[in-house]
């Protein structure tokens, strides 16, 4: 028995309903929403748009996430909003979805991914949150209590590399100065008498020399001799037993001796 034409029409349009009705069920009901984005510990954007489910998991723009923040490119050769395909630079490493099959692939290995993780909302793909480090290396953390997502790529962003980049040229042209100062540099040491300091001295104290009393007048010059190291003080009317010195009681006297006495110079400090 072969069903009128009218018939026919009116089992198709039960049979999209039926589909219609059944997807409906299915598909999880999403509301637009706001969230911190995080690379790392960095926060990158403060109000970043997404879809939520009924449990609160952010559902994120797969393109937008992908070329705006993770540093991927897509691939404009092939342009389907329901099969894209993004590289990662400098390993150029190809990740695409397909929508019809709900699968996603890593450089042509394939997975399916779980019933409704993967949606298509105004001609953009949407993929849930936690199947981005299943396909993509990276790790995520939705954190609830912050309303926040953490991203952590496995791989080095192209800011990274920049940054490493600018401080080995850097220090490189720290080390072309360091070497060109010290190449430059000429070293004078003074010579003997350079670090001269005269006067008179006139000195009066309790003490007893000897073997005569304490009290002179003398014009000194004192001397530093840098390249031997040693200190003169030269002593032009020095008797030359001052350079002994008794100091203390009676009876337990003790001497004091200011290093070498040569003729009117008496050499204080030796290298």
Same mark, same amino acid.
């Given at each position: ?7 026919? +029409?009116?089992? +198709? ?23 911190? =984005? ?8 403060? +109000? ?6 009924? &449990? ?22 092939? +342009? *389907? ?9 400098? %390993? ?12 996603? $692939?890593?450089?042509?290995? #394939? ?11 105004? !001609? ?5 949150? &936690?199947?981005? &480090?299943?396909?993509?290396? =990276? ?8 309303? $926040? ?7 080095? /962003? ?12 850097? &220090? ?22 350079? =670090? *001269?300091?005269? *006067?008179?001295?006139?000195? !009066? ?37 001052? #350079? ?14 200011? %290093?070498? /006495?040569? %003729? ?8």
């Amino acid at each position: 028995m072969i069903a009128s034409p009218r018939l026919q +029409v009116f089992l +198709v349009l039960l049979y999209f309903a039926g589909m219609a009705a059944a997807e409906e069920k299915t598909a999880p009901k999403l509301e637009e929403g706001y969230i911190g =984005l995080y690379l790392g510990q960095q926060l990158i954007v403060h +109000v970043y748009r997404v879809l939520l489910d009924d &449990d609160e998991q952010p559902y994120l723009p797969v393109r937008d996430l992908l070329t705006a923040w993770l540093e991927l490119t897509e691939e404009t050769s092939i +342009v *389907s909003a329901s099969k894209p395909v993004y590289l990662l630079n400098p %390993g150029r490493q190809v990740y695409s979805l397909d929508f019809d099959l709900k699968t996603a $692939s890593c450089n042509g290995v #394939a997975f399916a991914l779980p019933p409704d993780t993967l949606i298509m909302n105004g !001609n953009e793909l949407w993929l849930r949150f &936690d199947q981005l &480090d299943k396909w993509l290396p =990276l790790k995520s953390r939705w954190d609830l209590n912050q309303y $926040s997502l953490f991203l952590y790529p496995q791989y080095k /962003t192209r800011g990274q590399v920049q940054a490493e980049r600018r401080s080995m040229l850097s &220090d490189e042209a720290t080390r072309q100065a360091e070497a060109e100062l010290l190449g430059s540099a000429e070293v004078r040491l003074p010579e003997y008498g350079a =670090l *001269s300091v005269k *006067s008179i001295l006139k000195l !009066n104290y309790p003490l007893k020399v000897d073997p005569k009393p304490a009290g002179f007048e003398s014009a000194t010059e004192l001397n530093w001799d840098l390249p031997q190291g040693n200190l003169y003080l030269n002593c032009n009317n020095l008797d030359l037993e001052f #350079a002994s010195l008794t100091h203390g009681t009676e009876n337990d006297p003790k001497k004091w001796t200011l %290093g070498d /006495t040569l %003729g009117d110079s008496t050499r204080l400090f030796s290298a």
